[in-house]
C-alpha cells in the first residue's frame, strides 16, 4: 500500500464563485466524506497538489489529509475533476476509509516478460486490459497486479479468472473477460487475400490453349476447301 501526505483547510464558503475566488488565489476546492461523517468542504494549496499527483499513483495512494492542522484523515481521491483543456484541476473528491471497511478501486496490470508466441512466432501481444477493478481492505491496496505473459502463444488470451491476485484481494471484473491475447501480426494476414487474388491466373491459360486448337483448325480446314475448288 502506498501512502502521501497532504495539507488542507476548513472552507466555509460554496458556489460557483467561491470555487473561481479560491482558484484565484493558488487553491482548489474539494470535498471529503465517507460513512459515518457529514461532508466536509476543504481548500488545498494548488501546488503542493499537483506535487503530490506527480509522485503517486492516486488511484490506488492512500492520502493521509491533514485536516487544519489538526485531525488527520485516511482517504482515497474518488475524483479529480480537471479543466476541458487547460487541464488544471478544478475540484477533488476524497473518501474516509474506515478500519475494517473494504473499498473498491481500479488497480492499474503491469505485463511480464515476453509471450512464447511473440519469441518464436513473430506474434504480438494485445492488452485488452490496463486496470482492474479490485475489492479489499485499504492496507492491502497493491500499486499493482503482476500479470505473466512468458507462455503466451499465438491464437491465446489470459482471462481476469487467470491472474493471480495478492491475497485478501476480490477482483470484481468478469472471470471470463480477455486480460490481453497473442495475435498474428496483421501484416502476415493481409497477405492471404493478396496471394487469393493472384490465383485466377491460371485460366488465361486455358483460353489461350483453345485459342490455339481454334487456329489450327482453321488452318487444317483451309486445305480441303482449296482441293474442292480442283
Do not use: W
Amino acid at each position: 500500500m502506498a501512502t502521501a501526505n497532504l495539507a488542507a483547510k476548513v472552507r466555509s464558503t460554496a458556489g460557483k464563485g467561491a470555487a473561481r475566488k479560491l482558484r484565484a488565489v493558488g487553491e482548489v476546492p474539494a470535498i471529503v466524506y465517507g460513512h459515518g461523517r457529514e461532508p466536509q468542504s476543504l481548500a488545498i494549496n494548488t501546488y503542493t497538489l499537483e506535487r503530490m499527483l506527480e509522485k503517486v499513483s492516486y488511484k490506488t495512494t492512500v492520502i493521509e489529509l491533514e485536516v487544519a492542522g489538526a485531525s488527520t484523515a485516511r482517504t482515497l481521491i474518488r475524483e479529480i475533476q480537471r479543466h476541458p483543456f487547460k487541464r488544471h484541476i478544478l475540484h477533488v473528491d476524497f473518501q474516509e476509509l474506515v478500519a475494517g471497511e473494504k473499498v473498491t478501486v481500479r488497480v492499474p496490470l503491469v505485463f511480464v516478460g515476453t509471450p512464447e508466441g511473440v519469441r518464436t512466432g513473430g506474434g504480438i501481444l494485445d492488452q485488452v486490459m490496463h486496470e482492474m477493478e479490485i475489492s479489499c481492505d485499504p492496507a492491502d491496496i497493491p500499486n499493482h497486479i503482476d500479470v505473466d505473459v512468458s507462455q503466451l502463444v499465438i491464437g491465446h488470451s489470459i482471462h481476469v479468472g487467470e491472474v493471480k491476485v495478492p491475497a485478501g484481494v476480490e477482483v470484481l471484473d468478469d472471470s471470463a473477460a480477455p486480460v490481453c491475447v497473442c495475435s498474428i501480426p496483421k501484416a502476415v494476414v493481409e497477405e492471404v487475400p493478396a496471394e487469393a487474388a493472384a490465383a485466377p491466373a491460371e485460366p488465361e491459360l486455358i483460353r489461350k490453349a483453345k485459342e490455339d486448337e481454334e487456329g489450327a483448325e482453321g488452318e487444317g480446314g483451309a486445305a480441303p476447301a482449296a482441293e474442292k475448288k480442283k
